[in-house]
């Protein structure tokens, strides 16, 4: 019997509408944790590192966290695996929302989806039915329409879907997955694979139960967990700490400008402007810290914002003010694009043309200049639909900058082809994030917890995070526990690390595995796990060529842009080469065949050696 996990692996074959149910490898999920662990091994089994991401044999896999559907606060993620359209490498991303738990419900820990269908096709899990079903009256519809459309063709409002809008459809480079109210798998393109296997969307609805081996010391200790957060939340809720959010917000790096001076009281406006506009906040499964904000818009259709989205546009366009934010964030979520990338590609796009690289011939007539909502909002249209210059701009900045030439290139802000999404990387710390971080984006790099990069994510921390009362130092002191083990876990960052505070700490995690699955679990088997998370994604793509430099910064920000000071070259090379060898990789980044032994992956490391990848531990003296 299996306690925690469901036990069964669902595959998928669109080019064949072949189904298949496989019971899982016991070993392989208590070695990888479950959640991105479990799927990073299942894709580096099944997907050799020469296949094009535009290929019938890329395989989209999503697996629910092991906690995922569980009593445990926060246990709500689920993370995807796939090989990125946009930067070529094998890629993840990880989304919160209902969607993981009903997979969880429904009796699954994975879906594997290969193939390409002949026509628009939805798939549909109902416990044990599971079918591939026809989807060509949903092509070409928004987001919303696409999910209320399937809920009321299947007759039942409590199926969990995700699917991707006509941004996904045309193949944008940066399309996202969308779910339910504002929860995404975002950033390098994951919604164009989807788009390019013919496949709208995935609906799922479970009853079955999750068994818990040890359920007495597993509900006390989630009510323990629970009992912790109390503080966290109602700070978090105090408006007035919210309201100083948005002065920590930077200028666009296209322009030289200081929004910080320009606007001190941002943070406090934007408040003032939810309230305004009827604002509720939501929250995603067995969470309550409701992190997000639904706001009225147009036909009854909310925007959703969070995190960056309130000020991301209006940083990038030079505007300020919040309905042109929120029709930009309208326009996005309605496509299905990554937050980030749009606001990015836009302003790349304006400063091309401010600089004479671009013409009026190039944008279809449309001047492009600063501070004009109109033209971000063309631009966003066009790009969703692949139609004149959005069709360049589709492919993200550096593809765009190779086609349009000209010197585009020097201009385009980006690391290792994925858009940097436009603050702290003014901070050593932070850019030295984005260089490490698997997915070149720092909004997924927290150290690797204990054993690994603890204390450059600490750094990273103190940097740009929250303050605290100081009655909570007790809390502070504690190490984080790392972003990839929470992904394995299924548990969300604002639990476990993204903030000094965390309810749920790194000791809890063995035990919670363990009374969960009956797995007995010590905090060095769980570092092996997630050190193996990482090592496999590190492996797979050092073998397409990838490289971690302090090159990978494009080099405006070695001088200074605007009122953003230079970073030093040689820091962050020290910063970088540091990081790499705390997580056992040489200074560029590959992994080790000390490191990989170490963890149990000797034959990851038997694969680099014939590749010829087999390089000593580096000697570079770190500082």
């Not at 969307?201 to 629970?226: H, M, S, W």
């Amino acid at each position: 019997m299996w306690y925690g996990w469901t036990g069964t692996e669902l595959e998928i074959d669109l080019s064949r509408a072949n189904i298949k149910k496989n019971q899982g490898n016991q070993a392989m999920y208590h070695n990888y944790l479950g959640g991105r662990g479990l799927i990073t091994r299942l894709f580096w089994d099944r997907v050799p590192p020469e296949t094009e991401p535009f290929s019938a044999e890329n395989l989209l896999i999503f697996g629910a966290g092991t906690l995922v559907g569980t009593a445990v606060p926060g246990a709500n993620r689920t993370t995807m695996v796939t090989k990125s359209p946009l930067t070529g490498y094998l890629t993840y991303s990880n989304m919160g929302g209902f969607w993981g738990p009903e997979l969880k419900f429904a009796g699954y820990d994975t879906l594997s989806v290969s193939g390409k269908s002949p026509s628009p096709v939805y798939i549909y899990v109902n416990n044990d039915k599971v079918e591939i079903r026809d989807a060509r009256h949903l092509w070409g519809k928004s987001v919303a329409e696409t999910q209320r459309m399937i809920r009321a063709e299947l007759k039942n409002e409590c199926i969990q879907v995700m699917c991707i809008g006509p941004a996904g459809e045309n193949k944008v480079l940066f399309a996202s997955i969308e779910h339910s109210y504002g929860f995404s798998f975002s950033r390098t393109g994951v919604g164009a694979i989807m788009g390019d296997k013919n496949l709208k969307a995935i609906a799922v609805y479970g009853t079955k139960d999750i068994n818990i081996a040890r359920p007495e010391p597993f509900y006390e200790l989630c009510q323990e967990i629970l009992d912790r957060s109390y503080d966290v939340v109602k700070y978090i809720d105090d408006e007035q700490h919210d309201a100083s959010h948005g002065r920590r917000q930077q200028g666009t790096y296209y322009r030289n400008t200081d929004l910080l001076k320009k606007w001190p009281e941002a943070g406090r406006a934007h408040m003032d402007f939810l309230s305004r506009r009827g604002a509720v906040k939501i929250g995603c499964y067995n969470c309550s810290q409701k992190c997000f904000r639904s706001v009225p818009f147009a036909d009854g259709e909310p925007v959703y914002l969070k995190c960056r989205s309130p000020f991301y546009f209006i940083n990038m366009a030079d505007f300020q003010n919040y309905d042109f934010n929120l029709q930009c964030n309208y326009l996005i979520q309605r496509y299905g694009l990554d937050a980030l990338s749009p606001g990015n590609i836009c302003a790349f796009a304006i400063d091309l043309y401010q600089k004479g690289i671009l013409t009026k011939e190039d944008t279809d007539g449309m001047h492009l200049e600063w501070g004009k909502p109109e033209i971000i909002f063309a631009l966003l249209e066009k790009i969703g639909r692949r139609e004149g210059i959005g069709d360049v701009l589709a492919n993200g900045v550096y593809q765009a900058a190779q086609q349009i030439g000209r010197g585009a290139e020097q201009y385009a802000n980006h690391v290792r082809k994925l858009e940097t999404r436009g603050m702290n990387m003014h901070q050593v710390n932070m850019a030295s994030a984005y260089i490490l971080c698997d997915r070149m984006d720092n909004t997924r790099f927290g150290g690797g917890g204990f054993g690994e990069a603890e204390e450059v994510g600490k750094d990273i921390a103190e940097a740009v995070h929250r303050t605290y009362p100081p009655e909570w130092k007790e809390y502070l002191d504690l190490p984080n526990a790392g972003y990839c083990v929470s992904d394995c876990l299924g548990l969300c960052i604002f639990w476990t690390g993204f903030k000094p505070f965390t309810p749920i700490r790194k000791w809890d995690m063995p035990e919670l595995i363990s009374y969960a699955t009956g797995v007995e679990m010590s905090h060095e088997d769980m570092e092996k796990g997630f050190r193996r998370a990482r090592a496999l994604i590190r492996a797979y793509n050092t073998i397409l060529g990838e490289r971690m430099r302090a090159d990978d910064l494009p080099g405006k920000f070695f001088n200074g842009v605007g009122p953003i000071p230079p970073i030093s070259r040689d820091e962050l090379s020290k910063r970088v080469a540091y990081g790499n060898e705390l997580m056992g990789y040489t200074a560029e980044g590959i992994p080790t065949r000390e490191s990989l032994e170490e963890i149990g992956l000797g034959d990851i490391a038997q694969e680099l050696a014939r590749r010829g990848l087999s390089p000593k531990p580096s000697l570079m003296p770190v500082t």
